[in-house]
């Protein structure tokens, strides 16, 4: 066989493969088109089965409305009971006076037979008819092609939605025997359940339908239906809507009768009848009733036929395709790989004649052409019998740069010019190992025939062919290169030496590969040697891929020059540091580009900044805060006094003249009450602005309290706020008023509960925590060691970054005028202040908001003790005197009106110095001193310390806007009775005053 027959049968061999190959794929995609078939048809009847169920919902939420309605026992207006009346020429009542409406849904109808009844359920179910128009147009807003939404009562009355006139539209028993209403009754409908009625034919004039109804009851009274239709077109163009071009798709009832179709090879007027389907496509329903199942496409009449039972109703889905169309299709999917297939067979028989026409013209040229390269090649090139070491041709360019010519060189062997190869052995030897290696490289420094030394990179190559063997040799001169390389190999100890000595992470990557090229000193320290490797492997461990924040495209431009410098700042994931980074493209050896990098340590430098910046918030916000709280101090204490004076008048008055006059008398109550709440803002204003007495802290178990204060906050919540709680098994101990600890928990509820708007869970627990480093939101420090923490979260919207440093500033709020005094954050910020603690904030939009208060650990709880009761004894004071001392001339004056109603004798001073001067001339002459602490001149403490020193034991009660503005150690020297917060009410001042003078 020659070459031709060969070829023509491979050929013909390769071809039957691939037509074989080509039958495969058409078959194969036959029974894909088969399988996609039965796949639309189980999607389609499952999308025509939820929109089924869908539509069974809707009627069941509206008869979820309907029984709602009347189950209430209040009355319902419709707004449409005004419209009742008797239908005129009828025998029958309904809307006779609403007018008619230009558009039909505007508006519903109604109509009844008989007269309108007079009983109360009668009317109450008609308006609870009438009063689900929106409803209706809920229903009719989902289903915009069903043409009524309707309520159908046993009690012989409908109302319908859109409007119809009652020209076209009037109550008839018939409503009553049709399947519409009877697929409701009890008889027919025991479950209660949803339903779709058989296909009927409308009398309105919409053609065939579908009812979509549920029965509705009051207790367990049948009292009507509602339902709404759908037309059998709309039905069919939901099927059209995902019907697949070429499939065929008929809705069937039980009894065989086409509901709905959808096609593009039968006209569209299918869809608006029943019609049985033997009409339609004769055969088709016999063969489906002799296949229970069909879980593959069955054949009929040229097509390929499935069906698929609906589970919510007793209707079948049948999808029809025709042969003709999936082979059309299997044969458009594999006529694209017949095209290339016979592209391909045409395409090799081409390129094997190309082929055997090049191979003949290359033979023919090849020896000529080896000639000139031998000749032109600036390489020297030699051929040498491997077994004489005799030189059988070489190249002008070794005749001129060995000086001699081409006839002097060939009379040489290669031993006589070599300084590898000086001997025979050698020679032999070198040429076995050509002969087992085909090729190798080395180095010769040999000598010309003249004596002049040369060296020179020699590449040999074994080779034979049909005249035997030889030896092809290569020679490069390369003595200007080694010096040239002796002179780079130094320069780069020196950059090397240079880069090593640099304090800075130094490494050279290729920019396509990441490999490490090299690295210096400082990077092999941290992360050992990585040359070699991919720099995210070694340099980052742990990657899995390049950094996502890899400069390397940065370094070159569009045309592949290098940008400059690009620096950057970055912190290493792996230990937490930060580096100054620097890189550039530098060319390397072998031309090519790759990327040099020099990272500094800055960690510290970092941290200093970061330490600084920390600093000046804090100290930014301490400023701002010490000068909001100073004026706010100065604005409550200049108010105490004046709040002191109308608290105290206008009790005088309510004393006086109040019991005489019941009007005045609650006037003056109402005041009372106003300055109370007066008083307690400007006490939450004095927490702010200096933060509170620890006079009365005491160790404390957190979790009884917080426990005691939820029973109070509960009251306080709405029942639609859970809360939630967590409590250690041991409980931990603070120092603290348990007043302070109350306001703490219930001012961050309350504002968690405004934050939920009455919804959500609010969050309380308690525990014992470790912190380092964490930064305090009111004095921005950080915080180390272990707190007491009580943390309040709630589940609400958050709060947004712009309002976290000023939410603790004094009547700051976000809510409306009138819900918030602004006070609660603030006061929480001064009585945390007040015990050393700290408050941590942990928030985000969407994420809610937890505050962690942080209070110093106490060791051991006090025990409670008895309180002492209150003296119920009135105030008499006959034959007592008294001195008082106020600098503020209305609150001088209501303590003197005061203690004059109670029979006192009293002197009254504005100032210690007149205070001091009077008590001189008769030290013994009084029995109490009431004195305010912060006057002009002379606070009340120096001028107790002149009045020791002339009377060791006259009682002392002192007033201040401050409850630990008078130390304890001052109290204790000075024997001071008592430290009373202003205003001072009358029956506070009463108790403290039979006490001290009691004791």
């Known amino acids: 066989m020659n070459s031709r027959s060969k070829i023509l049968f491979a050929i013909l061999l390769i071809g039957l493969v691939l037509i074989g190959g080509v039958w495969h794929q058409f078959v194969s995609e036959v029974r894909q088109e088969l399988m996609q078939l039965l796949q639309r048809s189980e999607r389609q009847a499952q999308m025509l089965s939820a929109s089924i169920r869908d539509a069974l919902q809707t009627v069941a939420g509206l008869r979820t409305a309907a029984e709602s309605k009347l189950a209430q026992t209040e009355s319902i207006s419709s707004g449409y009971s005004g419209f009742l009346g008797p239908v005129p020429d009828k025998?029958?009542?309904?809307?006779?006076?609403?007018?008619?409406?230009?558009?039909?849904?505007?508006?519903l109808n109604l109509t009844g037979l008989g007269d309108l009844e007079g009983d109360a359920a009668f009317e109450q179910e008609l308006e609870v008819a009438l009063s689900l128009d929106s409803m209706f147009r809920w229903v009719k807003s989902i289903y915009p092609e069903t043409p009524w939404v309707y309520y159908l009562s046993a009690r012989r009355f409908m109302c319908v939605y859109p409007y119809i006139s009652f020209d076209d539209f009037f109550m008839d028993d018939a409503f009553y025997r049709m399947d519409l209403f009877a697929s409701g009754t009890p008889e027919r409908n025991p479950e209660r359940s949803a339903y779709v009625t058989e296909v009927y034919l409308d009398e309105a004039g919409q053609g065939p339908m579908v009812t979509f109804g549920a029965p509705v009851y009051a207790g367990d009274t049948f009292r009507a239906i509602v339902g709404f239709d759908l037309t059998l077109e709309a039905l069919s163009n939901s099927l059209q809507k995902y019907q697949f071009p070429g499939d065929q798709y008929y809705l069937l009832d039980a009894g065989g009768d086409v509901i709905a179709l959808a096609s593009d090879r039968h006209p569209q007027e299918v869809s608006s009848y029943h019609r049985p389907l033997r009409d339609l496509r004769p055969g088709l329903f016999e063969l489906l009733q002799s296949h229970g199942d069909a879980n593959q496409p069955l054949s009929f009449n040229n097509s390929r036929v499935t069906f698929t039972r609906l589970g919510a109703v007793p209707w079948v889905l049948i999808t029809e395709r025709a042969d003709w169309d999936m082979y059309r299709s299997a044969a458009g999917a594999t006529l694209p790989l017949l095209a290339f297939l016979v592209v391909l067979l045409g395409g090799v028989r081409v390129f094997i004649r190309e082929r055997q026409r090049q191979k003949q013209s290359e033979s023919e040229r090849s020896m000529r052409r080896f000639r000139r390269l031998l000749d032109s090649s600036t390489d020297m090139i030699a051929v040498v019998d491997p077994v004489t070491a005799r030189y059988l041709d070489v190249n002008q360019t070794l005749c001129e740069f060995m000086r001699v010519s081409r006839e002097e060189l060939l009379a040489k062997r290669v031993i006589d010019l070599s300084g590898e190869f000086t001997l025979m052995d050698l020679?032999?030897?070198?040429?076995?190992?050509?002969r087992e290696q085909g090729r190798f490289t080395l180095e010769d420094a040999g000598r010309r025939p003249d004596g002049t030394a040369f060296l020179a990179k020699v590449n040999a190559h074994y080779a034979t062919d049909e005249e035997g063997e030889y030896i092809v040799g290569i020679l490069r001169d390369i003595a200007e290169r080694k010096q040239a390389e002796i002179a780079l190999q130094k320069a780069n100890q020196r950059f090397i030496a240079v880069l090593d000595g640099i304090d800075a992470a130094v490494y050279v990557a290729d920019l396509k590969s990441c490999e490490v090229l090299y690295a210096n000193p400082k990077v092999r320290e941290r992360v050992g040697d990585v040359v070699g490797k991919c720099c995210w492997q070694a340099i980052y461990p742990g990657q899995t891929g390049p950094c996502g924040f890899c400069t390397n495209d940065k370094l070159l431009d569009a045309a592949g020059q290098p940008t400059g410098t690009y620096s950057w700042e970055f912190q290493n994931p792996a230990d937490g540091r930060w580096y100054q980074c620097a890189a550039r493209a530098i060319p390397w050896d072998d031309g090519r580009y790759v990327r040099l990098e020099l990272a500094h340590d800055i960690t510290e430098r970092r941290n200093q900044e970061a330490e600084?910046?920390?600093?000046?918030?804090a100290l930014q916000q301490s400023q701002k805060m010490e000068a909001i709280g100073q004026l706010t101090g100065g604005i409550a204490h200049d108010f105490n006094n004046i709040l002191a004076s109308m608290l105290g008048m206008t009790e005088l008055a309510r004393e006086r003249f109040g019991a005489g006059d019941a009007r005045l008398n609650d006037y003056l109550s109402q005041i009372l009450k106003a300055g109370g709440r007066a008083r307690d803002l400007i006490r939450q204003l004095l927490v702010y602005s200096r933060g509170d007495s620890r006079a009365t802290a005491q160790p404390l178990q957190v979790v009884p309290q917080l426990k005691e204060v939820l029973s109070m906050l509960r009251p306080m919540l709405p029942a639609s706020i859970e809360i939630r709680t967590q409590w250690p098994e041991l409980s931990p101990t603070v120092t603290i008023d348990p007043l302070h600890l109350q306001q703490l928990v219930m001012n961050l509820s309350i504002n968690a509960r405004d934050a939920m708007h009455g919804v959500g869970v609010l969050g309380i627990a308690a525990s014992v925590q470790t912190l380092d480093g964490p930064e305090c939101r009111i004095c921005h420090q950080q915080i180390t060691g272990d707190w007491v923490c009580i943390q309040v979260a709630d589940s609400g919207p958050g709060i947004t970054p712009d309002m976290l440093d000023r939410m603790f500033q004094p009547f700051f709020t976000t809510k409306e005028v009138g819900e918030s005094g602004g006070m609660g954050l603030a006061v929480v910020q001064g009585i945390v202040k007040t015990y050393g603690g700290h408050v941590l904030v942990h928030t985000g939009s969407g994420r809610g908001t937890r505050f962690d208060i942080l209070l110093p650990a106490a060791t051991q709880p006090t025990e409670p003790g008895d309180s002492e009761p209150a003296s119920g004894e009135a105030l008499e004071l006959r034959g007592k005197r008294l001195l008082v001392v106020e600098d503020e001339p209305l609150v001088r004056r209501y303590l003197k009106e005061f203690l004059l109603t109670a029979k006192a004798e009293v002197t009254a001073c504005a100032s210690p110095v007149e205070a001091l001067q009077v008590f001189r001339g008769s030290p013994e002459a009084f029995s109490l001193i009431i004195t305010d602490q912060t006057m002009p001149g002379m606070s009340g403490v120096d001028m107790v310390r002149e009045i020791r020193a002339l009377n060791g034991d006259v009682p002392v009660v002192m007033f201040s806007g401050?409850?630990?503005?008078?130390?304890?150690?001052?109290?204790?020297?000075?024997?001071?009775?008592?430290?009373?917060?202003?205003?001072?009410?009358?029956?506070?001042l009463e108790e403290v005053i039979i006490r001290v003078l009691t004791d």
């Open 91 to 107: 025998n029958g009542h309904g809307l006779t006076e609403l007018p008619v409406p230009a558009d039909p849904a505007a508006s």
């Open 427 to 434: 020679w032999d030897a070198a040429v076995a190992r050509l």
């Open 612 to 617: 600084r910046e920390r600093l000046h918030r």
């Open 962 to 988: 401050y409850a630990d503005v008078v130390s304890k150690e001052d109290r204790a020297a000075l024997h001071i009775a008592d430290v009373l917060l202003k205003p001072v009410m009358a029956e506070e």
